[in-house]
């Protein structure tokens, strides 16, 4: 499932080409996705200028010029071609082997086409992902899907004091609690695995014991914000660095992920990859979702 890493690669690669263009046209060949898609949205869409493409946790927000946004949350498959002259390319490596959407494959749902002869198309094959409209006389921080996001995990809104403040009365697991988007936006599976193993925190430890009994963090705690921070940054940046080798591929249809060498994520049964640890990675359910971790390293 894209986390904020991918969802971020997606954004960089769609700004450039569509950014200050307008739509011509709009073709919804769906009533939904995961939900139904706004009344009429392909008319309401039709001349409207697109702004900016920003990002919040995992959603796209493709922002237009009368104030309204498109949200859009990729789900488990979903992806973003571009084609026009001289362009065709699917950014974010994580569909990988995934086949170009040109626009009028069966799973090629929604088509924006804009001025210059540029064709943005959204593929999702198992419909998990959706896209939603935003009002432009609603306020986004009131929209249902917005208004629950935590802070931004790369921003000035989180930090060490900001995160023990969430997790001093929880009791749940620091493995769940991270994954919650409430606590912080745009973590998934994947990465709170291996920032936990860096760590050195079990994903069982129970949340609040990661903060001191006057509220403030602990060392553990402060390390644990440098890692996801790190953490992502880097995805971003293999991300963002590899995306042009991805240009144009086909082939199997399996979900690749970033070349990125997963620490835990995966590994079920083979070595703990820390120099000082004879552990054995090792694989628990929790709230539904994998764990892995080291029981000998995480504590
Ligand atoms: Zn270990």
């Known amino acids: 499932m894209p986390e904020l890493p991918e969802v971020e690669t997606v954004r960089r690669g769609l700004s450039p080409h569509l950014e200050g263009k307008s739509i011509v046209n709009v073709d919804i060949r769906r009533p939904d996705l995961r939900f139904p898609f706004a009344k009429d949205l392909d008319k309401r869409l039709t001349g409207l200028k697109i702004r900016t493409i920003d990002r919040r946790g995992k959603y796209l927000l493709i922002r237009l010029d009368d104030d309204s946004i498109l949200l859009n949350s990729l789900g488990m498959s979903g992806r973003w071609t571009m084609t026009g002259e001289g362009i065709a390319f699917t950014p974010g490596t994580f569909a990988h082997g995934a086949v170009i959407g040109t626009g009028d494959g069966p799973h090629d749902h929604f088509v924006l086409n804009i ?27 009131e929209d249902r899907f917005l208004s629950v996001l935590g802070p931004e995990p790369m921003s000035q809104d989180f930090d060490a004091t900001v995160l023990a403040k969430n997790l001093k009365n929880r009791s749940s697991p620091i493995k769940n609690t991270l994954l919650d988007q409430s606590v912080v936006a745009g973590l998934g599976n994947i990465y709170v695995n291996e920032v936990l193993n860096r760590t050195g925190i079990s994903p069982r430890r129970i949340s609040s ?3 001191r009994k006057n509220g403030s963090p602990t060392s553990r705690l402060e390390l644990l914000v440098e890692q996801i921070q790190e953490v992502l940054s880097d995805a971003i940046e293999a991300g963002g660095s590899t995306l042009q080798d991805f240009r144009g591929v086909s082939g199997e249809d399996d979900l690749g992920w970033f070349p990125v060498n997963f620490r835990v994520y995966g590994r079920e049964g083979l070595s703990c990859v820390r120099d000082d640890c004879s552990g054995i990675v090792q694989r628990i359910v929790q709230a539904n979702r994998s764990t892995f971790f080291c029981p000998s390293c995480q504590r």
């Open 209 to 211: 014991t990661l903060v």
């Open 115 to 141: 001025e210059g002869g540029i064709r943005a198309t959204y593929t999702d094959a198992r419909r998990f992902g959706y896209i939603h409209f935003i009002e432009s006389d609603v306020n986004e921080e």
